[in-house]
């Protein structure tokens, strides 16, 4: 049996990033709290619980006061940080440096908009963390738009930019752009922002080639990663016999029949160690 774990597959650097900062604040401290899961993926975050991480909601969050607080590599909207200063809540801010700096910029257009009712328009998943914290650089009154059914909600008589969610198909961002543009005013100035992250672009190209090179293929991702979601549709699409798995436990070795080779994949909140657990039952079993 022929066994291939995607190059192209597992954490991008954000999540990288964030998962090192909390490893190395663990060490220092009884336990540090998480403002949502500090990565999509279940049983990263059990590892992580084991070594004292608690995940937390923003309601529970906005009920604490003297403890550490980790901002994930998702960001955070300005009244997080507003309520850990009046609350003596120490924050290790894992924010990704790419999320980061795309706050700054759409913070940048609404203020620079604001006198002439310009608006800013978030490309993206209505509630998705890293999508709530772009809204709150806008004193939340950027518009979201998610399908082309939300279009209608965008002023056309006024001036728009266009940003997106880092991890928004690129695709579908440059064809929601286009009909926003065409749906303008004359002589009203829309400005589209590419701001798709191209280390999970392009995966989709690559994931694609590695799909179809083999009879089964396995993609691994937690069942909340619309990422992962994504590039499973994908792998699906060119290799009909793709299944999506969370768990060690979904396993089905009736999948394996009449198979000869296997390639293992998963989302940008997959991690590396699971992946390799994947292979080696297979190995073990067959």
Known sequence: MKVEISKHSGFCFGVVN?????????????????????????AEIERLKELGLTTITREEYFKLNNCQVLIRAHGEPPETYEYAKANNITLIDATCPVVLKLQKRVKKSHMEGIQDNGQVIILGKKGHAEVVGLVGQTGNSAIVIESEEDIETIDFSCPVTIYS???????????????????ADDGVQVTSRDTVCRQVANRVPQLKNFAAK???????????????????QECENINPNTKFISTMEELDKN????????????????????????????????
Request: aromatic fraction near 12%; charge should be positive; proline fraction near 2%.
């Open 255 to 286: 999948w394996f029949a009449n198979v000869q080779s296997v390639g293992i994949c998963g989302a940008t909140s997959t991690p590396q160690w699971l992946m390799e657990k994947v292979a080696n039952w297979i190995s073990e079993n067959f």
């Open 214 to 232: 083999f009879d089964l293929v396995l993609f691994v991702s937690g069942k909340k990663s619309s990422n992962g979601r994504f590039l499973y």
């Open 18 to 42: 964030a998962i090192e900062i909390a490893e190395k604040a663990l060490k220092n401290s009884n336990g540090i709290f998480s403002l949502g899961d500090i990565v999509h993926n279940g």
């Open 165 to 183: 969610q880092t991890t928004y198909p690129l695709d579908k961002f440059k064809s929601l752009s286009k009909k926003i543009k065409a749906r």
